[in-house]
C-alpha cells in the first residue's frame, strides 16, 4: 500500500505540472524513430508485479537492469522474486501425512528474464511500450504435515514468456512512473505449477535514468553558480 501511495502522490503531482504546460509539448509520436540526443543510456527500473490466484494476492517484486537504445529500444535482464511465499488452501492426492484439517502448500518463485520493449506512442510526459519477456526460474513447494512440519514436495525449473503492455509517465526527464498489465505463459514445467503461475497480472513500478538525473542536477548547479557571478 506504501508503494501504491508513493505513485498515486506522484502521478497527481505531476499530472498537476502538465496541466499548466503548452498543449504543443503533448504532440503523439507513434513509433518514433528516435528520441533524445544519447544514442545509449543506462536503464534502471523496479518492477513489481501482482496477479491472483484462488483468491490469493501475489506478489512478486523485480529489478529491471539494461541499456535504451535511441530512446525507443530497451533491452537487458530482469529479476523477478515473490515478496513472500503463495500459501493456499491445497490438498495433495499424493501425500497421505498432510493436514487435511487446515491444509497449507506454500510456494516461493525465482526467475531471471531477458526481455525487449519497443516505445510505441510517445510525448513529452507520456510513453505507452509493449515490453517481451523470455524467463527462466524455479518454483519450489512445501505442505503442511499433521504436526505442523511444513515438508518439501516439489522443486521444480520452469520457463515462462511473458507478453505486456505499459504505460509511462515521466514528470521529469530522469523518472518515470510505470503501470502494466500482462499475462505469464508458463510451460516446461509440471501441472500444478503451470495452474499457479500462469495467470493474468498488473504491475507498478519506477524506473530511473542515472545520467539525466547527474546532467539535471550538474546543470541547475553550474547554471545557479553563472547567475551568481553574473549578480556579484
Do not use: C
Amino acid at each position: 500500500m506504501k508503494n501504491i501511495s508513493l505513485i498515486v502522490l506522484l502521478f497527481t503531482i505531476s499530472s498537476t505540472l502538465y496541466s499548466q504546460k503548452d498543449s504543443s509539448s503533448s504532440k503523439i509520436t507513434y513509433f518514433p524513430k528516435s528520441i533524445g540526443e544519447k544514442n545509449w543510456k543506462v536503464l534502471v527500473s523496479l518492477d513489481a508485479r501482482r496477479s491472483f490466484y484462488d483468491r490469493t494476492f501475489v506478489k512478486v517484486n523485480g529489478l529491471r537492469l539494461g541499456a535504451t537504445f535511441r530512446g525507443v529500444h530497451n533491452f537487458g535482464n530482469g529479476f523477478y522474486w515473490l515478496n513472500k511465499s503463495a500459501v493456499f488452501k491445497d490438498v495433495l492426492d499424493d501425500k497421505p501425512d498432510q493436514n487435511l484439517e487446515n491444509p497449507e502448500i506454500h510456494y516461493t518463485l525465482g526467475y531471471t528474464s531477458i526481455f525487449y520493449e519497443r516505445v510505441f506512442i510517445k510525448t513529452r510526459w507520456w510513453e505507452v511500450d509493449f515490453p517481451l519477456h523470455l524467463a527462466a526460474g524455479r518454483v519450489t513447494g512445501t505442505y503442511k504435515d499433521t504436526a505442523g512440519v511444513q515438508l518439501p514436495f516439489a522443486d521444480r525449473p520452469f520457463s515462462a514468456i511473458i507478453p505486456s503492455g505499459q504505460a509511462k509517465f515521466y514528470p521529469f526527464t530522469w523518472l518515470s512512473v510505470r503501470g502494466s498489465f500482462g499475462y505469464r505463459l508458463v510451460f516446461n514445467t509440471v501441472p500444478e505449477v503451470k495452474e499457479t503461475f500462469r495467470t493474468v497480472f498488473f504491475g507498478y513500478g519506477l524506473s530511473l535514468n542515472p545520467v539525466e538525473l547527474y546532467k539535471s542536477v550538474f546543470k541547475k548547479k553550474k547554471k545557479s553558480e553563472t547567475e551568481n557571478e553574473q549578480v556579484e
